[in-house]
């Protein structure tokens, strides 16, 4: 069984721009509506020398309760279930958002290593930008742009350094 990397984190963070650089396909759907990609996405990846899974999930947002919104949360809830590693990822131009707090809550719960993996990093002070993510209580925030692939590589090889 391959590692299982899972991605998670509120619509438009980034997750799909990530999945996409993991796997280099274009199975994962990248677009400006958030929410897009409803359903799980699965591709293959390799870091360094380790193949692995990585699942992109639709979004999460568990404060809304209605319809797809609610489907999109409990499919995020599956993958999670079936992660070895979850990278959660959040806005660093954007900020805290309360939906990460409550995302970081569940993900404690889930008793599964998470990664905080600050997105959209490129050309600002990482060391500032990460700051604020420390609140969520889930370690030292790694401040990363999936769309320049910065701090990607690092970002994996730790993900995958028990496997
Ligand atoms: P998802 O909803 O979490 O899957 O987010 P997407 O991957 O669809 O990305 C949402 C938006 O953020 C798109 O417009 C992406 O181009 C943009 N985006 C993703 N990664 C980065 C990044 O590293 N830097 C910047 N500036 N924009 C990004
Ligand atoms: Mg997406």
Do not use: C, W
């Not at 990248?30 to 999930?57: C, M, Q, S």
């Not at 959660?88 to 905080?116: E, T």
């Amino acid at each position: 069984m391959l590692p299982t990397i899972v991605l998670v984190g509120r619509p438009n963070v980034g997750k799909s721009t990530l999945f996409n650089r993991l796997t280099k396909s274009r199975d994962a759907l990248v677009a400006d509506l958030p929410g897009l990609t409803r359903d799980r996405h699965y591709g293959r990846g390799i870091g360094g020398d380790k193949p692995f899974l990585v699942v992109d999930t639709g979004g999460f947002e568990p404060l809304v309760d209605s319809g797809i919104l609610k489907e999109m949360a409990k499919q995020t809830l599956l993958a999670i279930d079936e992660a070895d590693v979850v990278i959660f990822m959040v806005d660093g131009r954007n900020g805290l958002a309360p939906q990460d707090k409550v995302i970081a809550d569940r993900l404690r719960k889930s008793q599964r290593p998470v990664l905080l993996a600050v997105n959209k990093t490129e050309g600002m002070q990482r060391a500032i930008v990460s700051a604020e993510f420390h609140e969520l209580g889930l370690g030292d925030p790694l401040s990363i742009s999936s769309a320049h692939g910065e701090g990607v590589r690092d970002l994996v090889e730790l993900a995958l350094a028990d496997f």
